[in-house]
Each structure stands twice: as C-alpha cells, then as structure tokens.
C-alpha cells in the first residue's frame, strides 16, 4: 500500500500509479483541486437591514459538488486501491478545504476515504477543531483507521487524556506503536501514560498472556524500567 506522508510529491505518486490511464486521471484531478483552491470564494450573507436598500452583487459560483469532490471518491476506481489513499491525501491537500468540508467528507466518507482525511489533516488544520474526527476513528476497531488517526495531527493536538487512550487503543487492537508520531515526544515522563500501561501489562501476565514488545518498549520511553520476562 502507498501510504500518504508528508514526503510524497505529485512526481512520487505519479510514478506508483499504475497505468498512463492513471497517471492522466490524476493529473486532471490536481488540476481540478487546484482550480478549487484558488476560485474566488461566496461572499457573506447580506446584512438583512441594508439589503432592502443597498445594492448587492451576485454571488459567487459556488458548486455543491466541485469536481475535485467527485473525483476524491472515485479515486481508487481510477488510481488503483494500493495509491487511493496518497491520492486522495493530495487532493485535499492542493484543494484546501475547510474543516466544515473535510468533516463532511469524512461523515459521508467510506473508511478509505475517512483515512485520507486524517492524513491529510496536519496539513490542513492548524488547531484542535478538527480533533472529533480522531475520536471517531479511534471509537472504531479498523485498524487502518486507527493507525491514521494517531498521525502528527493527533500529536500536535489531542489532549493528553485522549492521547494516551490513543496509545493503549493500538496496543489493544494490534496496531504497531510505530504508527503513533512523536510517541517518544510524547511518553517522555508521563507518568499517567506508564501507569495505564503497567497496569495493561499485570493484565496480561495474570491472565498468562505474553506482554507485547511495543508495550515494554512505550513504557521505556515513560521513563520507566521494564524487566524482561
């Protein structure tokens, strides 16, 4: 699978593409998306005490569905389902919307489509608004999800109660802790986050199962000293 990272280029995913058919689809939806970021917007709605008397110009053109839209869901029929998710991340990227548009897109999405949300999300979304749509993902048990949703937007920006949840959610449904950015950032001297995960470990060893690696290796990176068994 292409997986979307801040180091893929339109050359990069271009040239994973499967066919010439492909490559030219892609292109037009670049260009599409292009288009979009940089049409003029609607302007605000008119103040309705000065309507009756002041003159106002048309709105704007401002489509329901843009084509950059439609060619975001379609985008694994055309690029092939193992570049979709890097396609689709660069879509949004170059379209630029809004965290009003990228919630919907995720709503109505299908799970490939919520995935590419999320990685597309550090790029898009200076703030915490958009930190509804990790907790959804992270309600789930689809571990591609999950493992999207623990990217840099949810370092930069899920709060510490959330965060470490992340954390133990990939450990309980196998997601690698490599997936989770800046895990080493983040652990470092938590001391919550090392209870939550010794407490995880003495669950397992008393129910005779074997402590993962990933978790040994998140509770050193606490701070904590871990034997081995």
């Keep these: 699978m292409l997986t979307p990272s801040r180091s893929w280029t339109r050359a990069d995913i271009?040239?994973?593409?499967?066919?010439?058919?492909?490559r030219a689809w892609f292109a037009e939806a670049l260009a599409d998306a292009t288009r979009a970021a940089t049409a003029p917007q609607a302007p605000p709605a008119a103040d309705p005490v000065r309507t009756a008397t002041t003159p106002q110009a048309p709105p704007a053109p401002?489509?329901?569905?843009?084509a950059w839209q439609l060619r975001f869901v379609?985008?694994?029929?055309?690029?092939g389902q193992d570049a979709a998710d890097a396609v689709r991340a660069l879509l949004?990227?170059?379209?630029?919307?809004?965290t009003k548009t990228l919630t919907r897109l995720y709503r109505e999405g299908s799970?490939?489509?919520r995935r590419a949300v999320l990685h597309a999300l550090p790029?898009?979304?200076?703030?915490?608004?958009?930190?509804?749509?990790?907790?959804?993902?992270?309600?789930?048990?689809?571990?591609?999800?999950?493992?999207a949703a623990v990217g840099p937007y949810a370092a930069a920006h899920l709060a510490p109660h959330a965060w470490r949840h992340a954390v133990l959610k990939c450990l309980f449904t196998g997601v690698p802790l490599s997936a989770v950015a800046d895990l080493a950032r983040r652990a470092a001297g938590d001391a919550e986050l090392a209870?939550?995960?010794a407490a995880h470990a003495a669950e397992r060893t008393?129910?005779?199962?074997?402590?993962?690696?990933?978790?040994?290796?998140?509770?050193?990176?606490?701070g904590t000293p871990t034997e081995e068994p």
């Design 14 to 22: 271009a040239a994973r593409l499967p066919d010439d058919h492909a």
């Design 62 to 66: 401002h489509p329901a569905d843009p």
């Design 74 to 79: 379609t985008a694994g029929r055309h690029c």
């Design 92 to 98: 949004l990227i170059e379209a630029r919307p809004g």
């Design 111 to 113: 799970a490939a489509e």
């Design 123 to 147: 790029s898009l979304v200076d703030g915490p608004q958009a930190t509804p749509l990790v907790d959804d993902a992270l309600r789930t048990h689809d571990t591609r999800l999950i493992a």
């Design 195 to 197: 209870r939550m995960l």
């Design 206 to 222: 008393a129910a005779g199962r074997e402590v993962p690696r990933d978790l040994r290796h998140a509770l050193t990176l606490t």
